[in-house]
């Protein structure tokens, strides 16, 4: 079956631009990550949907950032007016929920702001 | 505050040689510890995970060595092949937590050469 899917794989938007990136989970999968990957460093967590319940938003880096999860399958991750500071990898990862369910990473979007 | 702490940054191993990746922790919460290999423009897949109430668990040519009291692990790769050149992050959940995020270490780039 299909995995984790991403779109747009690459993005550049000029600062001030907004900009959505989806993901498209593994089927029944009820839980959805987002993480951010700086370049050379480790994904850190974003935001956390148990179905269509965005359950933890601690990770958002700031108000500039949403995300959301309406039929509790594909997630947008939104980022409004665009700094260089928000030039990354955007990680989404689903797994089944639960204790020591993998979670099942996406190939990324790559957001490079200009 | 660095939660999870990985060295060494970078490792370059001979074929056929063992390749040794530690990792340290704080939070006595964590109950689950992955190991991911990420691959350039891939997004990072599970290579193995452990339980703090395991010492040690091998898969192939990978393991896991755990030490409870030091907060510390470590992943062995026995007779590196080249093919297993990309970087290794480990991470840590908390499953007793409100979210089953990963808090993954900085990562270590392995170069195997043949």
């Known amino acids: 079956g299909a995995g984790v899917s991403q779109s747009p794989r690459y993005k550049v938007a000029k600062r001030g631009q907004d900009v959505a990136l989806r993901c498209d989970p593994i089927s029944g999968h009820v839980s959805l990550f987002w993480y951010q990957q700086a370049l050379g460093q480790g994904p850190e967590f974003l935001t956390y949907?148990?179905?269509?319940?965005?359950?933890?938003k601690s990770g958002l880096p700031s108000d500039r950032f949403f995300a959301e999860r309406p039929e509790g399958s594909v997630s947008t991750l939104k980022i409004q007016r665009t700094q260089q500071e928000d030039s990354a990898v955007y990680l989404c990862?689903?797994?089944?929920?639960?204790?020591?369910?993998?979670?099942?990473f996406g190939p990324g979007t790559r957001l490079t702001v200009l | 505050q660095q939660q999870v702490k990985q060295s060494p940054q970078s490792l370059i191993v001979q074929k056929g040689g063992i390749s040794i990746i530690n990792c340290a922790y704080e939070n006595t919460a964590f109950d689950y510890f992955p190991w991911y290999q990420q691959f350039p423009g891939k997004g990072p897949a599970l290579l193995i995970a452990?339980?703090?109430?395991?010492s040690e668990k091998k898969e192939g040519r990978f393991t896991i060595s755990f030490n409870k009291s030091a907060k510390q692990f470590s992943l062995h790769i026995m007779d590196s092949q080249p093919g297993d050149s990309a970087t290794y992050f480990c991470a840590a959940v908390n499953y007793g937590g409100a979210t089953n995020k990963l808090i993954f270490g900085t990562g270590t780039l392995l170069a195997v050469q043949p």
């Open positions: 452990i339980r703090p109430d395991v």
């Open positions: 990862a689903s797994s089944l929920g639960g204790t020591y369910n993998e979670q099942f």
């Open positions: 949907f148990q179905n269509e319940a965005q359950l933890d």
